[in-house]
């Protein structure tokens, strides 16, 4: 027995582990005060839909941080391409679908851009997207000068609608069934190849079995309310899609080895451009996929929109492990990272603090988990 | 009495002792060379000794003139006057002379920085040394031989008994080798104790007075100048008989690989290469002796589409003209460079080893878009064991592997991309001479193989025994050339250095 604990714990990922006990510390001491509000369906509703646009663009940010690189105008850029969404469809009459589309395209453009201006220019990512914050803010208040309503239903219930229970329980088994196949496939093939298996097979059994029983619990919690809101859908999407571009594609490692050591990378035959710019293009695309999701929650286009925003989403990597210095992060860690601050956030809203003390609060908390960090790397090392 | 004496040192690290119950005293007045496979332990030995290993990681004692002394950081040892010069220069570039040498302890009066009072010290121990540096000189604009001088100014200027020197030739032109010998030998004279790292077992025979041997973390033997027997001190290193260091020459065809026809090359102003031709014939083995500055790493940059200047001649690769523009297109023709600089160029120091071994070839692995993971471990391995790579998983990170190893690792990256043409640019700076052998060895089956190779190396027996045909280079052009075994190192030393061209 005491040998299988300590294979269990070798095995375990220390920081994914350290980030999920602090995420459920969190929701209990919140749950508790709050008398037993914060888990309640609804209110664990609210948390995902909060949730979305903040670990949405923590993705990106992974992937640009990673690089080495920061984005400051993710937040400023969600609501300029919020706002002109919400323009095209009620000042232009542009198709909603069209106006996705064109918004979608014209943000990865605009993103690429800020990656050749960082890499043919030499201008650091700093001061390029702080550019961007000032400069696309401006356009948001431009267009939106006056809040621009949104009429149309169906672009309203990407944030606001919830799946319907068979829908959410056909997920909840794809959520289940989708990495105990994935897992299999990895240990035959490793078997057919000959290879050593990562982790025993026991322990991935188990890490499965605690998901299953995790996404049980989460899906039946929201299902006794209206159901999984639809951004939450989203999100997962998104994650899961740009996790695995990450981890399992050339682009993914080529991303990580320039982070690592630029000059290596680019000796090994990498294409520094072509992934900056693919990075910093995916990057302002989110940004825009969460302007339509902003204007879709409030059904209209403020002049305010996504405000601060990027600071969120770097808070959330960092609060994810991701280095600043480049060359680590993770996606999913990036995106619980995200849960933990709105997480914070919402709990203190429920309870009744005001918004001073939850800036005081979480400021100190976001220094608080990097110290936590750099203090057990040190004693690990 | 022992200026310092180690009793009974052991420390371990996740997976492996790195010092397994070391003892060894050492002298002042004494030249004592630390010798050992990479791996072997002696860095490990000078980092605990330098304080960079505190006190809380080992067991065993540390004694100074037979007291106990514990280092919890580099100050510690700092302060008990034991200074170290690295290998890696560990000046600040945009500094300027004095005040690197100031760094940390800086003069001070009514509190204000006390330049001139710095200056004047620093000007001071520069002459001792023998040296004309001004202190106002901004660091980054001496030379590599130069920095040196300053990093061991910097040592000296505070109180020194026990200087270690951690390779310090590595990096160093030849003649400023000669110039840094009778320093160290000076400073013996005043009774410095000095601990001396080199993998250049010539080095050690001229310089040394002591010689202590480590071998995976533990003690093996040591001698002392009367008894020097560099044959079984190669043994005790590797713990096995060196018998031929290099390999057999095989024959190579006449299909010529890389015909390069009287380039020129330019930079700031400055003509690097100078109309210079040459040939590279298939499973050839080409060796380019020069010395630093002499044009030779900018030819591979050439070739490598790094090099940044202006650049005038004709390249051809495999019977077709080829222009260089950038690493990506090279390897796409199948020409590669290993680099000197590992480090710099070479590792991806964040990822695993792994991660740096399938960067440049991840399209081969990868199959609608995703890359097939057992495919690529299943590559890494087969590389593992080809090129004998000491690792304990694929997954270790690539920084914590020794030298010899992780140019094995960049080795394996680009012998992944099945090359055509390998440019070694000094492949066996920092390795040890185990690993060096099976490069040698590597280089010779590789060119069976009919893979091109050209080698530059800093060390002229290297070039000597390696290559088939041995260029010299010298200024930017071609002063000599000779065949296997009809030149020795005097006549081709005497050529790069421009004696008797």
Redesign the interface.
Same mark, same amino acid.
């Given at each position: 027995m005491k040998t299988y604990l300590s294979e269990l714990w070798e095995a375990t990922n220390k920081r994914v582990l350290f980030m999920i006990f602090l995420l459920v510390l969190i929701l209990g001491v919140f749950d508790i005060l709050s008398g037993g509000y914060v888990l309640r369906a609804e209110n664990l509703a609210n948390l995902f839909r909060q949730v979305t646009v903040v670990a949405m663009l923590a993705v990106g940010m992974t992937l640009i941080i990673v690089l080495g690189h920061i984005d400051l105008s993710v937040g400023s850029a969600l609501g300029m391409f919020g706002a002109l969404t919400a323009s095209l469809i009620a000042h232009m009459d542009v198709n909603p679908i069209l106006a996705v589309i064109i918004i979608l395209a014209l943000g990865f453009a605009v993103g690429c851009l800020h990656g050749a201006l960082v890499h043919y220019l030499n201008i650091p990512a700093f001061v390029v997207t702080l550019g961007g914050l000032i400069a696309y803010r401006g356009v948001t208040q431009y267009v939106a000068r006056q809040s621009i309503p949104l009429r149309i239903d169906w672009i309203k219930s990407i944030a606001q609608d919830f799946t319907p229970d068979y829908f959410s329980f056909s997920l909840l088994a794809l959520v289940i069934a989708a990495p105990v196949a994935f897992t299999s496939i990895?240990h035959i093939?490793?078997k057919? %190849?000959n290879?050593p298996f990562?982790k025993p097979l026991w322990i991935d059994t188990l890490n499965l079995i605690v998901f299953a029983l995790a996404s049980i619990i989460i899906v039946l919690t929201l299902t006794s309310g209206d159901g999984i809101p639809i951004q939450a859908l989203i999100l997962l999407f998104i994650a899961v899609i740009v996790g %695995?571009i990450a981890k /399992?594609?050339?682009f993914g $490692?080529?991303v !990580? %080895?320039i982070? =690592?050591?630029k $000059?290596? %990378? /680019? !000796?090994? =035959?990498?294409?520094i451009a072509r992934n900056t710019i693919l990075v910093f293009g995916l990057m302002t695309m989110l940004s825009a996929a969460c302007g339509i999701i902003t204007i879709s929650e409030l059904s209209s286009a403020a002049p305010d929109i996504g405000d601060l925003k990027e600071l969120d989403a770097i808070a959330s990597c960092v609060i994810g492990g991701a280095s600043l210095a480049? =060359?680590?992060g993770a996606v999913g860690m990036s995106v619980l990272g995200a849960f933990i601050i709105t997480t914070i956030r919402n709990g203190m809203s429920m309870i009744g603090i005001v918004a001073q003390t939850q800036k005081i609060i979480l400021g100190t908390v976001l220094v608080l988990a990097v110290a936590l960090d750099q203090w057990s790397r040190r004693k690990k090392s | 009495m022992a200026l310092l004496s180690i009793k009974n040192l052991t420390i371990e690290f996740p997976g492996v002792r790195a010092l397994d119950n070391v003892s060894v005293d050492f002298h002042k007045g004494e030249i004592h060379a630390l010798l050992g496979e990479n791996g072997a332990g002696k860095s490990t030995l000078i980092k605990v000794i330098a304080g960079v290993w505190p006190c809380s990681l080992y067991s065993g004692k540390m004694l100074m003139d037979d007291m106990e002394v514990k280092f919890h950081c580099v100050k510690d040892s700092s302060d008990s006057s034991i200074q170290v010069i690295y290998q890696e220069m560990s000046l600040a570039n945009n500094l300027t002379v004095a005040q690197n040498i100031f760094l940390g302890h800086e003069t001070r009066s009514h509190g204000m920085l006390d330049t001139v009072t710095m200056y004047k010290k620093s000007q001071e121990v520069l002459k001792m040394l023998g040296s004309s540096i001004r202190p106002d000189t901004i660091v980054s604009d001496l030379t590599i031989g130069e920095q040196q001088m300053v990093e061991i100014a910097k040592a000296l200027s505070r109180k020194a008994r026990l200087l270690i020197f951690d390779e310090p030739t590595a990096a160093l032109p030849e003649d400023d080798v000669e110039r840094l010998f009778t320093l160290i030998r000076s400073l013996k004279e005043k009774g410095i104790g000095i601990i001396y790292i080199s993998h250049k077992l010539n080095e050690i025979r001229e310089l040394a007075d002591k010689v202590t041997v480590l071998r995976n973390g533990c003690y093996i033997s040591q001698y002392t100048r009367d008894n020097f027997d560099m044959n079984v001190i190669v043994r005790d290193m590797i713990g096995r008989n060196l018998d031929k260091v290099f390999p057999e020459q095989k024959p190579f065809s006449d299909r010529v690989l890389l015909k390069i026809d009287n380039i020129s090359l330019v930079s700031n102003h400055k003509k690097i290469i100078n109309s210079l031709s040459l040939e590279c014939r298939k499973g050839e083995v080409l060796g380019i002796a020069g010395l630093l500055g002499s044009g030779r790493t900018a030819l591979f940059s050439l070739i490598y589409g790094v090099f940044r200047g202006e650049f005038n001649g004709k390249i051809s690769f495999d019977d077709k003209e080829y222009i260089p523009e950038n690493p990506a297109k090279a390897i796409e023709k199948g020409i590669v460079l290993v680099t000197e600089d590992r480090k710099k160029y070479g590792l991806v120091t964040t990822g695993n080893v792994k991660e740096n071994m399938i960067i440049s070839s991840l399209e081969q692995f990868t199959h609608n878009g995703v890359i097939n993971e057992p495919q690529s471990l299943r590559e890494c391995r087969r590389y593992v064991d080809r090129l004998r790579i000491k690792t304990p998983s694929l997954s270790f990170p690539v920084n914590n592997l020794s030298g010899g190893n992780q140019q094995k690792v960049i080795l394996s990256r680009f012998l992944m991309v099945k090359p055509k043409l390998i440019l070694l640019d000094d492949p066996t700076r920092g390795v040890d001479v185990g690993a060096k052998q099976e490069i040698y060895a590597l280089i010779h089956q590789l060119a069976s193989e009919g893979i091109g190779i050209i080698f530059v190396s800093s060390e002229l027996p290297e070039v000597i025994g390696v290559s088939h045909r041995i260029l010299v280079i010298q200024d930017g052009k071609i002063k000599g050339e000779f065949n296997h075994g009809t030149t020795s190192e005097e006549e081709v030393l005497g050529i790069a250095a421009g004696v008797n061209a």
């Open positions: 990895s093939r490793l057919k %190849a290879l990562e %695995a /399992h594609t050339p $490692q080529y !990580y %080895a982070g =690592g050591n $000059q290596a %990378a /680019h !000796y090994s =035959g990498i294409s480049g =060359g680590s | -």
